[in-house]
């Protein structure tokens, strides 16, 4: 099945370091999309990208779609204490006839700490 | 964004009681409902998938006649753990998506319900 791999798995930065988390999917998607969680917190949608090769910034936050569709970047310049969270990024893929839905797959997430 | 209630969003109760947790989507029909179990520190998993008016596609794994679902109306979906045990205490998430279609997949995501049972 299709399966989207994540890493770091943690990540502990000094605060006004950059910070990168990667995503790399079994399969080629149809696009890919990154969440952000506060910790005890729920997931909160961020982005979304869909053409291959794609750049998108929001703020200090760049996303970046492969050429192949199969993996994706976040990263994070200067970071704060307000980036600290796990950020997921989540690809769609196959067509699933039995829940008659596009597959949504979540990679295990990117712990961020950031040290003020 | 759209918006997802969840309701409560913390339960704890005894060993064989069941428990209903709803996910409502405020300002938007929402045509497939999801259902995501978190462990500490992990991914989300999902449990199930739900579509308004049918029964719902369940995960490898996910055992159907324990956790309930019913997607009975465009705006509400609720997911009923039976007979809850100490091993379902777990923080459970559901999201849920206006549009059909690869580009209107994006999933607006409750609060979460995090169950504790004794």
């Known amino acids: 099945g299709q399966q989207v791999m994540q890493i770091p798995q943690y990540q502990h930065v000094q605060e006004g370091e950059d910070f990168t988390t990667y995503c790399n999917s079994s399969?080629?998607?149809?696009?890919i999309q990154w969440y952000k969680q506060r910790p005890g917190g729920h997931p909160v949608f961020l982005i979304q990208?869909?053409?291959?090769?794609e750049v998108k910034k929001q703020k200090r936050l760049t996303f970046q779609f492969g050429e192949a569709k199969k993996n994706s970047s976040l990263h994070i310049t200067a970071t704060q204490t307000t980036d600290v969270g796990t950020y997921f990024c989540?690809?769609?893929?196959?067509?699933?006839?039995?829940?008659?839905?596009?597959?949504?797959?979540f990679g295990k997430g990117t712990k961020l700490s950031v040290i003020p | 964004g759209a918006v997802v209630s969840q309701h409560p969003s913390w339960v704890i109760c005894k060993s064989g009681t069941s428990v209903k947790i709803e996910c409502r989507s405020l300002?938007?029909?929402?045509?497939?409902m999801f259902w995501y179990r978190q462990f500490p520190k992990q991914s989300l998993m999902l449990m199930a998938t739900?579509?308004?008016?049918?029964?719902?596609?369940?995960e490898q794994g996910v055992e159907k006649d324990k956790f309930l679902i019913n997607h009975a109306s465009l705006t509400l979906s609720t997911l009923t753990v039976t007979s809850a045990h100490p091993e379902d205490s777990s923080f459970y998430i559901c999201?849920?998506?206006?549009?059909?279609?690869?580009?209107?997949?994006?999933?607006?995501f409750g609060a979460g319900t995090r169950l504790s049972v004794l």
């Open positions: 999201s849920a998506r206006e549009l059909a279609g690869i580009a209107k997949n994006i999933q607006y």
């Open positions: 990208l869909v053409k291959s090769g």
């Open positions: 300002d938007f029909q929402a045509t497939t």
């Open positions: 739900s579509n308004e008016g049918s029964k719902a596609t369940y």
């Open positions: 399969t080629t998607l149809s696009n």
């Open positions: 989540a690809g769609t893929g196959v067509y699933n006839s039995g829940a008659g839905s596009y597959q949504l797959t």
